[in-house]
């Protein structure tokens, strides 16, 4: 697109458009444009400090760039976590606000985004792959823009891959900015180069960006960014950067906001939750207190991803249990059930520590239901410490987990340590546990044979549109027969039949309100 075009289409100020070369020379864009390419550091990323984090509550887009998206269409693919949909729903809060529409086909966008993540090297090689997928689109139409954010655009290998092999790309920002958006869009309109904006510094703050929200029943808060806890085989406290807590006001104001419009269900977002409000130095106020307080929100479902056993403290335990609109499930994830092999991990407890606070769990909530994570394969993890992983799976009785194998993480601790365990031995591994994960989520299943459950209907089930499907408050789906009308309601299901991965039941009748809240 030239300049002309550009002017015409709003994209540019006409005091930007610039028709004479010789003018262009001499007009200094640096105010529009504060791009700079500032490569993702981990050194840096260790180093980092407590100071320079700033809160703004007053974003609003640049009235230079309204209209921008005026008869253009966006498409943003999301790999990885809630997280990362949770921010591609703000980006396209953005792109809307922009005048953009959504669009569902690569193939009828003017900008294609992939939000990307870094937890594994087979989550990156799937990014790679699309991004060779999409060099064919955008050599039948040059004007329309590819963009790569998200975890891997904080990875200085990963930008310099992609500077290296996929000139397809046009922009490639983090997951600090992402607030900048309508300057990132707008200078790659603007420039022949790929743009790269990238910082280091993990963000600052920013509330009241605007959301497209996928649905209307469930929705996800941001509690806080970041993690402090740098496990040694992990990426993430380098991609999201250190913790930061949003305030509290803020966070209760926008579930009081869900709540109003008339979401069922809401999921607190933050990689290491546990330690929401450790960073606060002006108020002691943790995770419990922010569960007493949105107890209180009439909202009947509170669920909240990802725990980290250190920062599980009594607190904590006391005002789970006491229920409510807090629900009966607990995401905890251990990673290893050896004490020796926890240790190089970094992740500050051992087997015998984890084993309590399960149990203190359970005993505290009852009826409550356990999930985790799990790597299997870590740098010689040798037969002993796996079957010791085996164990711990039985003697807590999750109910189910996420298993992985190892992936070296550029730049981690864990990177470095040498392995002796073959590919062959880590998948069988990951084979034998999740037989035992398998038998498990069947056993959990069957409790709920003949039982009447409270479901959140979510819609049609994925297999069947005659079939509805919701989850329960301990996340078993259900599958059952009933009215279209009741999507978006909480229902009564009495369960007929249990499988490995979910629920069969009868449909009984629609949850009175006052018995939501037990
Ligand atoms: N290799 C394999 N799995 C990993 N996870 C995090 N980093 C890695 C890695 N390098 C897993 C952990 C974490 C989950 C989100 O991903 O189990 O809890
Ligand atoms: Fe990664 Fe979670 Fe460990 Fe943080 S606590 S470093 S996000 S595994």
Known sequence: MNEEQRLNAGLIKPDLATPDPEQKKEKDYSQYFQTVYTPPSLKKARKRGKEDVKYFDD???DER???????????????????????????????????????????????????????RENAENKVFGELGHLKPLKQRNPDVLIGVCGCMSQEESVVNKILRTYDQVDMIFGTHNIHRLPHIIHEAYMSKEMVIEVWSKEGDIIENLPKVRHGNIKAWVNIMYGCDKFCTYCIVPYTRGKERSRRPEDIIQEVRHL?????????????????????????NY??????????????????????????????????????GNLVEHIHLPVQSGSSAVLKIMGRSYTREKFIELASKIKESIPNVSLTTDIIVGFPNETDEQFEETLTLYEEVGFETAYTYIYSP????????????????????????????????????????????????VEGE????????????????????????????????????????WSLDGEFIGVVKQKEVVS
């Not at 949909?85 to 669009?103: K, P, Q, R, S």
């Not at 809401?266 to 960073?279: E, P």
């Not at 398998?438 to 039982?451: D, I, L, P, T």
């Not at 005659?466 to 229902?491: C, D, H, M, Q, W």
């Open 65 to 119: 760039f309204l209209g921008m998206g005026k008869g253009r269409k966006f498409y943003i693919r999301t790999y990885g976590c809630q997280m990362n949909e949770h921010d591609t729903e703000v980006m396209a809060g953005i792109f809307t606000a922009l005048g953009y529409e959504a669009t569902n086909s690569v193939d009828d966008a003017n900008i294609i985004l992939l939000n990307t993540c870094a937890i």
């Open 461 to 500: 089930s994925k297999r069947n549109d005659e079939v509805l499907s919701g989850y329960t408050r301990r996340s078993k789906l259900v599958n059952f027969k009933a009215p279209k009308s009741v999507i978006g309601k909480l229902v009564h299901v009495k369960i007929t039949e249990a499988k490995t």
């Open 409 to 456: 993480r550029d730049g981690t601790p864990a990177e470095k340590m040498a392995d002796n365990i073959p590919m062959e031995v880590k998948k069988e591994r990951l084979q034998r546990l999740n037989k035992l994960v398998n038998e498990y989520s069947a056993k959990a299943m069957q409790q709920f044979e003949g039982q009447v459950v409270e479901v959140l």
């Open 259 to 283: 709540a109003a419009k008339g979401y069922q269900e809401i999921t607190l977002l933050g990689q290491n939750v546990n330690a929401y409000g450790k960073d606060f130095e002006d108020v």
């Open 59 to 61: 974003f609003e887009i």
């Open 286 to 323: 943790r995770l419990a207190d922010l569960f007493a307080d949105l107890r209180n929100i009439d909202i009947p479902r509170i669920r909240f991803t990802t725990s980290h056993p250190w920062d599980f403290d009594d607190e904590l335990i006391e005002v789970l249990a006491k229920g």
